[in-house]
């Protein structure tokens, strides 16, 4: 069934936006409103007090107030003042209301509506009411003479509509800047909205929580391990079997070159420490660039040694049923010597092959007290002899008991025979491979030298490197991460007749002292 889907995180956040900066600006707009009609108004007020204080100290006010029709002179004086002021009316009164000028000649003489007994009183009356033109600001000043005493009042008004209009000029200048910052907060959050939308691919809060605890519990319960890296390199993720694969200090080289890379790579093995890791390398790409690379890797240090281990006895098992073939050929060969009187050369011949084959058996198995090491050596002797190369064992050596573990040498013996083995192998005769293990200075010395091509490169105990169109280059990175291990060296040169001569040294630390019993008490 469809699901319902709700508003991604840019849809809400652009909406919060727009809502916010329209409340804001809403509110900017209403302040300067206001600040603007107390400015207006404020302005109107200063400008009728002027002129009504103005025309209250006009000598020809006062005297016109004395005499018997103040109408006749103040009326043109006042409309003439009104007209060139801009104001909407200019009353002239007797202290008791009476009106002497009006912009309606008809209400001239009709008692004043408003406050007057502050002016009265000596002051000045500023107030905003509703009179006989409407509703206006307007204030009342005294008209005084000689001896101070109020004869008469001014009011000077400006109707509320005038101020108004007023007002209403000056909306272009907050109209304009309240457009174009309602513009500029939209642009931003629509630029900000679209952002977020392509870096969430637009997905909803709820979703992302989904997706959020899906994954956290992928990557916990994911049996391979996972290292994300973004576009330049840096780890950004790894999960727990990561961290149980590679520790938690800093990745091996190797991963780190993996990474740097940028590469696809397919079930590469890779060393890491002690384990031999697979690895599956895909880069990341979205909307055309390059955003990160994911790597995963799989634990087949077990599955590699049980793997070497088959290897071996494989191999093992097929140079003794060649050895068991040769055998019957022979033994075929004496009984058919016997059968025709030859007995003395078939003694010889039966005889010779026993001398050989003990003869290599006494040698390995009495310079070597190790019995893994021994039997590596003669099964990697019958596997060279099935390929026509000559295995020799060095008269020199020598190995007692070690603290070395055993599976460290066997990895440093039998892998750098497989690899003479391989140099060797399609070479012209004479094909020869040599072998000297002996314990010397403190070390355990072992030198394996052919008669194949020899090693020119220097990256021959590196990850991937082989001698092999087909091999995955691990033998010879597996001796030198054993090397490494022990804090012994590799020395890789040329033989004197032609091939590779290498050396490891694998420094050995003395056993310690055996405990001794206790003597038995004497008896009498």
């Known amino acids: ?30 302040g300067a409103v206001l600040l603007a009609r107390d400015d207006t108004e404020q302005a109107a007020t200063d400008q009728v007090t002027g002129i009504a204080q103005a025309i209250a100290h006009n000598p020809l006010v006062v005297e016109a107030v004395r005499t018997a029709d103040p109408s006749r002179v103040l009326q043109p004086y006042a409309e003439s003042v009104r007209l060139a002021t801009g104001t909407d009316f200019i009353v002239v009164m007797a202290t008791d209301r009476t009106r002497y000028t009006h912009t309606n000649p008809t209400l001239i003489g009709r008692r004043f509506i408003g406050t007057i007994q502050g002016a009265l009183d000596g002051g000045t009356v500023i107030e905003k009411s509703v009179g006989t033109l409407g509703e206006s600001v307007r204030t009342v000043v005294p008209v005084r003479d000689d001896g101070g005493r109020v004869i008469a009042l001014v009011s000077v008004g400006i109707r509320t509509h005038a101020i108004n209009q007023k007002l209403l000029s000056r909306t272009p200048a907050v109209a304009i800047p309240t457009a174009l910052a309602l513009l500029l907060a939209a642009a931003g959050s629509w630029l900000l909205s679209r952002r977020l939308r392509r870096q969430t691919h637009g997905l909803g809060p709820a979703e992302m929580t989904r997706m959020y605890e899906y994954h956290d519990a992928v990557l916990h319960s994911v049996r391979e391990g996972l290292v994300v890296a973004d576009r330049s390199g840096q780890v950004t993720l790894v999960n727990d079997e990561g961290r149980r694969l590679l520790g938690d200090g800093d990745l091996p080289p190797e ?33 055309g660039q390059t955003v990160g690379t994911v790597l995963t890797l799989r634990d087949h240090t077990e599955l590699r040694a049980l793997t070497g281990e088959l290897d071996s006895v494989r191999g093992l098992t097929e140079a003794l049923r060649a050895q068991a073939h040769e055998s019957a050929n022979r033994l075929h060969a004496v009984l058919t010597m016997v059968e025709l009187g030859r007995t003395e050369e078939a003694v010889r011949l039966a005889t010779a092959e026993l001398e050989a084959a003990q003869q290599l058996t006494d040698q390995v198995v009495g310079a070597l007290s190790e019995p893994a090491l021994a039997a590596l050596l003669l099964g990697k002797s019958a596997q060279a002899a099935e390929r026509g190369v000559q295995l020799v064992v060095d008269d020199a050596s020598r190995l007692g008991s070690t603290p070395l573990p055993s599976r460290d040498l066997l990895t440093v013996v039998g892998n750098l025979v497989d690899n003479a083995l391989e140099a060797v192998a399609g070479t012209e005769p004479p094909r020869e491979v040599t072998v000297l293990v002996v314990e010397q200075d403190g070390a355990v010395l072992v030198r394996v030298g052919d008669t194949g091509p020899g090693l020119s490169s220097a990256d021959a105990f590196q990850r991937g490197w082989s001698t092999k169109a087909e091999g995955r280059g691990l033998g010879l990175a597996l001796v030198k991460q054993v090397v490494d291990r022990h804090g012994g060296s590799i020395d ?27 003597a038995a008490p004497e008896t009498a």
Do not use: Y
Request: glycine share 6%; hydrophobic share 50%; net charge positive.
């Open 1 to 30: 069934m469809p699901i319902a889907r709700r508003w991604s995180i840019a849809r809400q956040l652009f909406v919060l936006q727009a809502l916010v900066v329209t409340a804001l600006v809403a509110i900017g707009t209403a």
């Open 255 to 287: 991963i780190s070159e993996l990474l740097a890379s940028k590469t696809t790579v397919e079930d590469e093995p890779v060393l890491a420490g002690d384990r031999i890791l697979i690895a599956n390398q895909r880069v990341i790409h979205s909307e």
């Open 492 to 518: 890789l040169a040329g033989a004197a007749g032609g091939g590779a001569l290498i050396t490891v040294r694998l420094p050995v630390r003395p056993l310690p002292p055996a405990h001794s019993l206790p």
